[in-house]
């Protein structure tokens, strides 16, 4: 396994604890601000992981594409990079 893949499961096992703690908090009736730090935690330690794999589909994917000679290839790959960063426009 790539250590990029295993950095995004560890990564994705401490979210995992995160997640689990913050139900637990919900049934203790936290204070809601403690709540929602730990949420705000959540989502960035979400967005390191999808950097992650973003960078993996770069270095891997579309500079197979590119290295194929492949222009149906190429424009695949480049028409689903631009349809990821339409995504996160909105």
Request: aromatic content about 4%; hydrophobic content about 35%; proline content about 1%.
């Amino acid at each position: 396994m790539k250590p990029r893949h295993q950095n995004c499961l560890s990564r994705l096992s401490r979210i995992e604890g995160q997640v689990r703690g913050i139900a637990r908090m919900i049934e203790d009736e936290r204070y809601c601000i403690d709540i929602l730090t730990q949420l705000r935690a959540i989502k960035s330690a979400l967005n390191k992981v999808e950097t992650e794999v973003l960078k993996d589909h770069a270095d891997h994917c579309v500079v197979e594409a590119i290295k194929s000679g492949s222009a149906k290839q190429q424009r695949e790959k480049f028409n689903e990079l631009v349809d990821l960063f339409e995504r996160y426009k909105q």
